[in-house]
T-cell receptor, first 115, second 116 residues
Framework: GAGVSQSPSNKVTEKGKDVELRCDPISGHTALYWYRQSLGQGLEFLIYFQGNSAPDKSGLPSDRFSAERTGGSVSTLTIQRTQQEDSAVYLC?????????????FGPGTRLTVL | GNSVTQMEGPVTLSEEAFLTINCTYTATGYPSLFWYVQYPGEGLQLLLKATKADDKGSNKGFEATYRKETTSFHLEKGSVQVSDSAVYFCALDLNAGGTSYGKLTFGQGTILTVHP
């Protein structure tokens, strides 16, 4: 079946612009996660959703970052007034439900470059 | 807080050599432990996992045993292949009462290159 998909695969933007990154999880998966992979910081958790609510937003780096999920499916990560330090690969993952035995399935990522 | 420390890489081996990538963790509570792999040009995928002490995860010839006494989850493979060249990440997902905290804490990753 279809895996986690993300769009765009690459995004180049100018400093100060807003960007939206999209994640389509595996159908039926109730939990959705955003991570960021950068050279300096490695792989970092950003936020996760259970259904449409976000019980843990602790990884969002600043108030320029926000995310939403609608219909228990698609999620959008928005970065406002982008900065060069936002350049990274943004990864989305989903899992069937929130238990410690569940596997998270990752999408291919969106590579964001802020000039 | 929770953290994962992996041996520094990169690691370069010849085909059929024995592989060990060390991973140790710091966590409050009883985490589940994972190894994820990222092949060139591909996304992260789960390689193996263990959810409690003394469990052994295994997949594709790779193994790792959850050692609570040494807080370790070292990855091993007896005979590596060129196709194993990838970046390997150790991770933990803390659970409490069967409910995960919903986030993975990753190590810094270890680049493995296997030559023919």
């Amino acid at each position: 079946g279809a895996g986690v998909s993300q769009s765009p695969s690459n995004k180049v933007t100018e400093k100060g612009k807003d960007v939206e990154l999209r994640c389509d999880p595996i159908s039926g998966h109730t939990a959705l996660y955003w991570y960021r992979q950068s050279l300096g910081q490695g792989l970092e958790f950003l936020i996760y959703f259970q259904g449409n609510s976000a019980p843990d937003k602790s990884g969002l780096p600043s108030d320029r970052f926000s995310a939403e999920r609608t219909g228990g499916s698609v999620s959008t990560l928005t970065i406002q007034r982008t900065q060069q330090e936002d350049s990274a690969v943004y990864l989305c993952a989903s899992s069937p439900r929130q238990t410690y035995t569940d596997t998270q399935y990752f999408g291919p990522g969106t590579r964001l470059t802020v000039l | 807080g929770n953290s994962v420390t992996q041996m520094e890489g990169p690691v370069t081996l010849s085909e059929e050599a024995f592989l060990t990538i060390n991973c140790t963790y710091t966590a409050t509570g009883y985490p589940s432990l994972f190894w994820y792999v990222q092949y060139p040009g591909e996304g992260l995928q789960l390689l193996l996992k263990a959810t409690k002490a003394d469990d052994k995860g295994s997949n594709k010839g790779f193994e790792a045993t959850y050692r609570k006494e040494t807080t370790s989850f070292h990855l091993e493979k007896g005979s590596v292949q060129v196709s194993d060249s990838a970046v390997y990440f150790c991770a933990l997902d803390l659970n409490a009462g069967g409910t995960s905290y919903g986030k993975l804490t990753f190590g810094q990753g270890t680049i493995l290159t296997v030559h023919p």
